[in-house]
């Protein structure tokens, strides 16, 4: 790694100008041991080890970067074809999940062809179902067969729109129609002139008109007037009355024989069309049948549509009866709104899935799995005020689009579209595919559902997702999830620094300079960007395998070398990228600094204080996060209370840091209250802290801060540390190492490097140090230090420049000694406590 002058030259002005004097190196002696050389401090990338001149003379990157473990599961879970073994992928997010996944696929589906092994995949079509409208009939046909029968289907109804009506026009059609119309007039002149005859015989007359039949009497060859009626007899009256009553119920009877006639005949006349049509019906579908002679279900269709025609004949009659609007006179009664408003309905073939362009089995990805996207969608359409639905109006959803095949999709974007999960789970368990409204799903009302036929499911569906997600659903949902989801993939966010990984690192920055039209990178550039890579893990021998943060280190490197006219991407080129990226993010941790320079925020960096020492804190605000100093401080004083956790007593305590004081207050406890207990009060405070504070990283410092309060020896406040105890005073290591240290950095920067200032890190964190370059380089000039620990006691030498101090055979503690001076007076504060409490009982005696 390259380090720069500057940075060198600066840290060394620093250290000159506030003169580091012989003293404050004779005071470090004792902390001299502990630490660490300036070469452990980071990791640096060699770009000599690279043996090419640029990037694009590698070949691109193939195959995933490490990530066995992952790459076996997902072969694994695909190669095994039973139900319940799909797939959960987790791993952070740009650890390449998704590409990986479709990697493995592509490479599955191609071993399968080869084997001549791979699913069959077919085309699904819905039809009209003629026994029940609302329930339309899935289909199976074979690949790329389903347009091919909507096309043909289309064009039997052209060929029965132009050649029905020609049956009809015939000579032969014209004569047998006439014959029996002729036959049936004949019939109604005979009943009606039998009824004129007996009318005229009992010397009345019957009259047809179009509201009806009238009959009358007659008198002298006219119809008798009301007036001549009036004047007959009572008895002449009646007798007319009772014959014209005998004649009504005579005319009746004839007129229902007549209506009876009409309807034979119109039977006969519907007969008749059906015959001089069947043949020609028969002829039209009887080549469509044969192309599908091995699928059962469409046969059966085929038979009831030719039926469905013969039936409604009359739909077919006029030459134009391909026009968009309803004929004039309707068919035979249909029964359903659909079909009422278009009579053609049965031949429009919904061809739902499509496999005339797919030659493999169908991988799809779906990015957006709504309801919709994802189980598919019934359209409707507005009538008169009303919506209807039909069968044309099923949209396929992915599930229908991967059948046969797989499916992946992103667990978050499932989880957060309402009822989705549920209704994939009842997917996979049913293995079939319904097609349904959501809203049936939530309870909402819905205007006139159609219940589809479900298709038959055989997929397998890959889900990702991060760790986060699947515990939760494992614990929340554990009894579907582990049923359905059987096998877990896991991507790994970092891999092993190994040669054979950093030459690939250098084949992906290859690939991606192909993918998004990148400058070429040079050694040093591609050097800059592994070490970048190291630093996302905070880990001297592991890399980071979240290539979307490192794809978007190569773009940003790549504008800087465009902007500035370089042939190729240098190291300053990335460091740029890198140190701008952080400018555009870090306005927070200036106005910090900005609040410690001006004495806003409370804070020492020289000397030494009793019961005060400088812990660290990281902020993270998800996309950038830094380190800072934070007081501590701790009293201590004669009472009982033992130890009080003011963040706690103030609600600003998270459960890991209320464990930490837990823990603290064991190891003082077996400490130093062997021999009696410990009779005190000692208050801990995160000074200035009004956000809440969580973690245990400061348990160590808040150790030392109470045994300089108890010893009244001062901390050293140009050192700051971090680092969590257990119960037997081991320091245990931390996160944010690098943060931690490179903010106390900063805040010594602000007051004048001394050249004593430093941080005291557990000594397994030494190998998670990837400091920034000027912090690598103050602590190679002696300006700046870290010092690595294991116990309280070497952090207690290192911060009081005084033996911790062990205990003697007599069991006491080296006299003068930290831990000497702690004993003596929790010694004196039991004493205190005892006298306190003898006198209140000499009182009350």
Same mark, same amino acid.
């Given at each position: ?20 004097? =012989? ?55 695909? @190669? ?30 191609? @071993?399968?062809?080869? /084997? ?59 004569? /047998? ?18 009824? *004129?005859?007996?009318?005229? #015989? ?17 008198? @002298? ?5 009301? *007036? ?5 007899? +009572? ?16 005319? /009746? ?66 030459? =134009?009866?391909? !026009? ?17 408003? $278009? ?82 789970? !009842? ?27 479900? %298709? ?5 569906? %890959? ?113 740029? #990228? ?46 950038? &996060? ?5 007081? %501590? ?55 200035? &802290? ?86 690598? &380089? +103050? ?39 930290? $831990? ?23 009182? +009350?005696?």
């Amino acid at each position: 790694m390259t380090r720069s002058k500057d940075t060198v030259e600066n840290t060394t002005e620093h250290a000159t100008a506030n003169g580091a004097s =012989d003293e404050n190196r004779a005071d470090e002696n004792r902390a001299e041991k502990y630490r660490i050389p300036w070469q452990d401090s980071s990791w640096s990338c060699d770009s000599a080890i690279f043996n090419f001149q640029c990037t694009d003379e590698l070949p691109p990157l193939d195959r995933m970067i490490g990530q066995d473990r992952a790459q076996e599961a997902l072969r694994f879970g695909l @190669e095994v074809d039973k139900p319940g073994y799909n797939l959960f992928v987790t791993g952070l997010t740009g650890t390449g999940k998704t590409s990986a996944v479709k990697a493995h696929l592509q490479t599955l589906v191609d @071993e399968l062809d080869q /084997q001549e092994r791979r699913k069959p995949i077919n085309d699904w079509i819905y039809v009209y179902n003629f026994d029940d409208a609302d329930r339309p009939c899935a289909l199976q046909l074979p690949p790329g067969t389903g347009k091919a029968l909507r096309y043909r289907m289309s064009e039997i109804l052209r060929i029965l729109g132009e050649q029905v009506p020609k049956v009809f026009q015939s000579e032969d059609f014209e004569a /047998q129609r006439r014959s029996l119309e002729e036959s049936n007039r004949q019939e109604t002149r005979t009943l009606m002139t039998d009824l *004129e005859e007996a009318a005229q #015989a009992a010397n009345f007359a019957v009259q047809v008109n179009p509201t009806g039949v009238t009959i009358f009497p007659m008198l @002298e060859g006219r119809p008798m007037n009301p *007036e001549e009626y009036q004047a007959l007899t +009572a008895d002449a009256k009646k007798a007319i009355d009772d014959i014209r009553a005998q004649l009504m119920q005579r005319t /009746q009877d004839v007129m229902a024989d007549i209506r009876e006639i009409e309807k034979g005949t119109s039977e006969k006349v519907r007969d008749l069309e059906r015959s001089g049509a069947e043949e020609l019906v028969g002829s039209i579908f009887k080549s469509l049948a044969d192309s599908y002679q091995g699928v059962t279900e469409l046969q059966e269709f085929l038979v009831q549509l030719q039926d469905y025609v013969l039936g409604n004949l009359v739909i077919f009659k006029e030459t =134009d009866a391909m !026009r968009t609007t309803v004929p004039v006179g309707p068919p035979q009664p249909i029964g359903n709104a659909a079909l009422t408003l $278009n009579p053609y309905l049965p031949f429009d073939v919904n061809v739902l899935v499509d496999n005339s362009a797919v030659d493999r089995v169908p991988i799809v990805i779906e990015p957006n799995p709504t309801w919709g996207n994802l189980f598919g969608r019934i359209e409707r359409r507005a009538i008169m005020g009303t919506y209807v639905s039909d069968h044309a109006m099923l949209k396929p959803g992915a599930l229908h689009l991967a059948n046969g095949g797989y499916l992946v999709i992103n667990a978050r974007d499932v989880l957060m579209s309402g009822t989705v999960w549920e209704g994939l789970k !009842r997917v996979i368990r049913n293995r079939e595919i319904l097609l349904e409204d959501p809203s049936e799903q939530s309870g909402m009302y819905i205007p006139q559902g159609l219940r589809p036929e479900p %298709i038959p499911l055989d997929l397998k569906v %890959i889900v990702t997702g991060d760790e986060t997600i699947y515990r939760m659903l494992t614990s929340v949902d554990n009894e579907d999830f582990w049923d359905l989801f059987k096998v877990k993939a896991e991507f790994d966010h970092r891999v092993e620094l190994t040669e054979e990984n950093l030459q690939a690192y250098c084949s992906f920055i290859c690939r991606t300079g192909m993918e998004e039209g990148l400058l070429g990178f040079e050694p040093s550039g591609a050097a800059e960007v592994i070490e970048y890579a190291a630093r996302l893990v905070a880990d001297q021998q592991k890399l980071s395998t979240r290539f979307g943060l490192i794809k978007d280190l190569l773009i940003e490197a790549d504008y800087w070398a465009q902007k500035e006219g370089a042939p190729r991407v240098k190291d300053e080129h990335v460091r740029r #990228a890198i140190s701008h990226k952080i400018y555009r993010l870090n306005l927070v941790e200036e106005r910090i600094r900005d609040m410690v320079a001006d004495g806003t925020q409370l804070l020492q960096v020289t000397g030494s204080e009793v019961g005060q020492i400088n812990g660290l804190a990281v902020y993270d605000l998800g996309d950038f &996060s830094f380190g800072r100093p934070t007081r %501590i401080t701790a009293q201590t004083y004669a009472g009982r209370e033992g130890f009080i956790n003011i963040e706690r007593e103030a609600s600003l305590s998270g459960r890991t840091h209320d464990k930490g004081v837990l823990i603290l207050n064991g190891y003082i406890g077996a400490k130093f209250g062997q021999e009696r207990p410990l009779t005190l009060s000692a208050s801990l405070c995160f000074e200035q &802290s009004y956000e809440g504070v969580d973690g245990d990283s400061a348990s160590s410092a808040e150790v030392y801060a109470i045994l300089s309060s108890l010893s009244g020896l001062g901390l050293r406040q140009d050192i700051a540390v971090t680092g969590s105890v257990n119960q037997k005073g081991e320091i245990q290591p931390i996160g944010g190492v690098n943060q931690k240290v490179e903010g106390m950095f900063d805040v010594c920067r602000v007051f004048g490097l001394t050249g004593t200032q430093g941080v005291m890190i557990p000594h397994q964190n030494v190998q998670n140090l990837m400091l920034r370059d000027d912090v690598v &380089s +103050a602590i190679k000039e002696g300006t700046f230090h870290i010092y690595a620990v294991k116990t309280i006691e070497e952090g207690l030498e290192i911060l009081t420049d005084r033996e911790a101090g062990q205990r003697s055979n007599n069991g006491s503690f080296t006299e003068g000694s930290v $831990n000497g001076l702690v004993e003596k007076r929790l010694k004196e504060l039991n004493q205190s406590m005892r006298g306190y409490y003898g006198g209140l009982l000499a009182e +009350a005696n």
